[in-house]
């Protein structure tokens, strides 16, 4: 799974649906987007296919996304039986907590290797007129319940939006109460997302140290992608950056993205990949869908160009649509 650059692509993110029961600004719309029928999201057995052909060229990451992922049945046995799979070293699943506690017991048990807990403000308020939904409680009782389970790593995914009221250091202390790390992701101008400033690295680092102490770069990978994290002083969890438009890091890229239809995408910001649901459904053996994977990767462009104005292919769906 070497691609053009040179880059060794082990890392999947696979969406299993793009129904969501929040409807955050800057991914859908109030109403939300048009739900795809059942019969056109791949199914479990056609996820798991998939994932052995990948791992069998080298893939040995998975993240399970959405939309929100466990608004869809029986996630944890995708989780269980992913992790079976000869070569996957990990399975974890991104979040926004608010079915956590219903579920987080049984993906303990399925053997899940992290959690990413999406959470953009502490202030209820606030959270209401982000995500269009009254439901920062459930977010919160969702955070204490993987925290039951000390053995499967907890971070928490905030995206910094140019909000004034948006506290980003009152995320931040997240790290000094609980035993977690916090990342800040900066806002991708794709989809509705595109309303919207994003807060540079550099400018958070600020906020950091004023409010915490000294900020040390920490040479410890703590993820499965290309974020990087900090050591601050009074606080226990790492503060971490995924920051693809002010420190593009497209060089460093290891990552492809399936959508929940079987869209397999190279690149976040353009349209091109392969339609891997067609070859499914039609009869393809292992050996033309391996093709196909290989095709994608090969074609992986050498990075984003976010701050182009005009793009050839531009991805065209909101956040939901591809897989957060």
């Given at each position: ?53 990948m791992a069998g060229l080298g893939i040995s990451k998975i993240k399970l996304t959405g939309g929100e992922p466990l ?229 992986k462009p050498t990075g984003h160009e976010f701050l182009t104005e005009q793009i050839a292919e531009e991805e065209s ?8």
């Amino acid at each position: 799974m070497i691609d053009q650059c040179g880059r060794n692509i082990d890392y999947v993110r696979i969406s299993v649906t793009d129904r969501c029961n929040l409807r955050c600004v800057y991914c859908m719309p109030e109403d939300g987007v048009k739900s795809t029928p059942h019969e056109d999201i791949l199914r479990y057995d056609e996820i798991l296919r998939v994932c052995r052909i990948m791992a069998g060229l080298g893939i040995s990451k998975i993240k399970l996304t959405g939309g929100e992922p466990l608004v869809r049945k029986n996630v944890p046995y995708l989780v269980h039986e992913l992790k079976q799979i000869s070569g996957i070293e990990k399975v974890t699943l991104t979040t926004n907590g608010i079915l956590l506690t219903e579920y987080m017991e049984d993906l303990h048990a399925a053997g899940i290797s992290g959690i990413n807990i999406s959470l953009d403000t502490m202030d209820p308020v606030l959270f209401r007129e982000i995500t269009r939904r009254d439901m920062l409680d459930q977010v919160t009782c969702g955070i204490k319940a993987a925290m039951q389970y000390r053995d499967v790593p907890l971070k928490i995914n905030c995206v910094p939006m140019g909000m004034e009221r948006q506290d980003l250091m009152e995320i931040a202390a997240l790290a000094r109460d609980y035993p977690v790390h916090v990342r800040f992701i900066e806002m991708m101008p794709i989809g509705f997302g595109k309303k919207f400033t994003f807060v540079g690295e550099d400018e958070i680092v600020g906020q950091l140290r004023e409010a915490f102490g000294e900020v040390t770069p920490c040479p410890e990978k703590l993820g499965n992608g290309p974020g990087h994290y900090y050591t601050v002083d009074r606080l226990t969890g790492k503060i971490g950056f995924i920051s693809a438009i002010s420190h593009k890091f497209c060089n460093e890229c290891n990552r492809i993205r399936m959508t929940s239809q079987g869209f397999l995408k190279s690149c976040l910001q353009y349209e091109a990949g392969r339609d891997l649901r067609a070859l499914l459904r039609t009869g393809a053996d292992d050996r033309e869908i391996e093709a196909a994977v290989r095709d994608a990767i090969l074609r992986k462009p050498t990075g984003h160009e976010f701050l182009t104005e005009q793009i050839a292919e531009e991805e065209s769906h909101c956040m939901a649509q591809i897989g957060g």
